[in-house]
């Protein structure tokens, strides 16, 4: 992997360069990084699954950006849609991060206002999980009976009357001591973490392919644009390549 910008290398070590990156608010908050890849048009899915987009490279930049975070937040479409399971490390990140005090592994927090997750499923009861339960972020209004099936598995946290609020789970997240939180979308989650802005970081692996068609965009809130979005500036702070993918790294302004 080569780094194009800030400095320029030919052999860069993407798990290095992201574990070296500093993620600090002045304000004691949880830094939130989103991690996205996108085609060259804009696409985040083929046939309504990101992965046909990546490679080796891109999960080499996917792994490199897990072993980063205290914890992990996905929304429940995206847990469906891509087959989420618990999060898996290699064996020297592990050690890196039980090294510097962390636990060996993030933990995962779904958002999910009407509860439609599996409780059987591995995200839930694999065995190596321990005790650090997946987080499940849900409003008031969401059924009893799967907040039951989902509390022997996890710990459900309500977040919001009728639909999640973000600045409530990220306050929580905080009051947990959480210091960094991964995004991994999908698309809606993503623009409401915007529309609240809460993204510090923006991680965009940007393939080098052409899709068409309605896939959502990165960042996709309402498509009626009712409630439009003051612009968020970014700057730009890394780019890397490997195989014709460009992996970006935004940073706050």
Request: proline letters at 6%; charged letters at 30%.
């Amino acid at each position: 992997m080569r780094e194009l910008f800030p400095q320029g290398a030919e052999d860069a070590d993407a798990a290095e360069r992201y574990a070296a990156d500093e993620r600090e608010r002045p304000d004691g908050a949880p830094w939130v990084v989103i991690n996205m890849i996108a085609s060259a048009d804009g696409a985040t899915a083929i046939d309504g699954r990101s992965g046909a987009l990546g490679g080796p490279a891109d999960q080499a930049v996917f792994r490199a950006l897990r072993a980063v975070p205290d914890v992990i937040l996905v929304a429940a479409g995206t847990v469906r849609d891509e087959g989420y399971g618990p999060v898996k490390l290699s064996a020297e990140a592990r050690r890196r991060r039980s090294e510097a005090g962390r636990r060996e592994v993030p933990r995962l927090a779904v958002v999910s206002a009407s509860l439609g997750l599996d409780p059987t499923a591995a995200l839930f009861t694999d065995p190596g999980l321990g005790a650090d339960r997946p987080l499940v972020y849900t409003v008031a209004a969401a059924p009893e009976e799967r907040r039951r099936a989902l509390a022997e598995v996890a710990e459900v946290v309500v977040a919001g009357a009728e639909r999640v609020e973000l600045s409530d789970v990220i306050a929580d997240l905080r009051r947990r001591d959480e210091r960094v939180v991964l995004c991994e979308g999908g698309p809606s989650l993503n623009a409401q973490l915007v529309a609240d802005d809460l993204v510090d970081e923006l991680c965009l692996s940007v393939a080098p392919m052409l899709v068409g068609g309605a896939s959502a965009r990165v960042a996709q809130g309402d498509r009626s644009g009712a409630t439009p979005v003051a612009p968020r500036h970014l700057r730009l702070d890394r780019v890397l390549t490997a195989d014709d993918l460009l992996f970006l790294r935004y940073v706050r302004r």
